[in-house]
């Protein structure tokens, strides 16, 4: 793996959940430990689920009280970082540690917390050909992680301690940056204390009028790039690059729907297609066949202050090389400075399939 990428992706994570506050100034840290199961996404990890994992979650959250409209739209979540201990009670997988971005997003009289972190994991014991054959999962050290709760929370049920309890779901793939890359998803059940520290006294939420948001039909231009690898074991990484041409049109204050292109220039289809015309002949692949592919797709972009959550769904409509199937889809954040210029960190896959983890730069106009 190529893991200078790796700072980047932690760097422009950070940029996207880091978002200023004036108000008063609370914190809350809460500590997790979780009980749970890895699921059967995939019947190639079958051989790796033998024990239940387990580990900790330690959260610092600081909590918003509307002095920015985008907390009032969101009904005050809490931003914060968070440490994951996940011990897999598998020697052929290891055990994970990572850092993480989080929301912290609260319904039913702020009873009910919803958390979403992102971040990067380690992982102590990845595939190795020699070693550690039998880790399908995890090809790399360093893996693209991402987990959700959904927990009762209940804040200074005795002073400042509180308790929390709920599910929690962690993700670990390293987005196919090198093979193999099975991954990993454990559901897991948790419970926990919170401690509430900071300014005392009783805090107001603020309320703001709703703003009616109206926006022309904007244009937009986006280049990605990044390295990734085919399935097949040390056929080696090669980067791609990816062009993209879209519009958008807003609905409101957080949401715009999207149509537009992508031409994608993979590098890695170009050694499989050579890979598979040499190797497997009853494959019927002719050597020359062009590696490139390109796809039109409906969007749906989520805003929230400075950043916003991108889902999209694809169709190769020049698709010479049959490669996971005809549809793609993406999903990932954007990060703007200024009303212009925006970064992005995007996951394409084909169904639960990821292709490649995406850095990209563009414009909207």
């Known amino acids: 793996m190529n893991q200078r990428l790796f700072p980047i992706f932690l760097i422009l994570a950070s940029f996207s959940f880091a978002q200023d506050t004036d108000g008063p100034k609370r914190f809350t840290l809460d500590v997790d430990p979780f009980y749970g199961s890895i699921l059967l996404h995939n019947p190639d990890i079958t051989h790796l689920i033998t024990e239940h994992p387990t580990g ?23 931003i914060g970082y968070s440490f994951v ?13 990572g850092l993480y971005a989080h929301y912290n997003f609260y319904f ?25 054959f039998r880790n399908n999962a995890y090809g790399s050290h ?106 958008d049109k807003r609905l409101g ?25 040499t190797s497997f002949p009853e494959m019927e692949v002719a050597e020359n066949t062009d590696y490139k592919r390109a796809g039109l797709f409906l969007g749906h972009e989520l805003f929230i202050n400075k950043m916003s959550v991108v889902t999209q769904l694809g169709y190769y409509i020049y698709y010479p090389f049959d490669f996971e199937g005809r549809m793609y889809n993406r999903i990932g954040l954007k990060r703007y400075f200024g009303r212009k210029v925006f970064g992005a960190l995007t ?17 909207r106009l």
């Open 253 to 277: 204050r957080k949401s715009a729907i999207q149509f537009g292109g992508d031409i994608f220039f993979s590098n890695f289809l170009k050694e499989l297609i050579r890979f598979q015309s």
């Open 85 to 97: 201990y996940q011990n897999m009670n598998n020697s052929t997988l290891g055990e994970n540690l």
């Open 56 to 78: 900790f979650i330690v959260g610092f959250n600081q909590k918003t009280f509307g002095d920015k409209e985008w907390q009032q739209l969101y009904n005050y979540p809490d």
């Open 347 to 363: 996951l394409k896959s084909h169904g639960a399939k990821a292709e490649a983890l995406e850095f990209g730069v563009g414009i």
């Open 142 to 247: 360093l893996l693209s992680s991402t987990y959700l709760m959904l927990n009762y929370n209940k804040e200074n049920i005795f002073k400042r301690l509180g308790f929390k309890a709920g599910i929690s779901l962690l993700h670990y793939s390293n987005a196919n940056f090198r093979a193999p890359n099975t991954s990993t998803n454990t559901l897991a059940f948790n419970a926990g204390l919170t401690y509430t520290f900071g300014d005392d006294g009783e805090v107001q939420y603020i309320p703001r009028e709703k703003e009616k948001v109206t926006e022309p039909i904007r244009y937009n231009v986006a280049f990605r790039m990044g390295l990734n690898e085919s399935d097949v074991i040390d056929l080696g990484q090669y980067g791609f690059f990816i062009f993209s041409g879209y519009v």
């Open 108 to 132: 039913f009289k702020r009873n009910l917390q919803l958390r979403i972190g992102q971040g990067i994991a380690y992982n102590t014991n990845p595939y190795d050909k020699n070693q550690n």
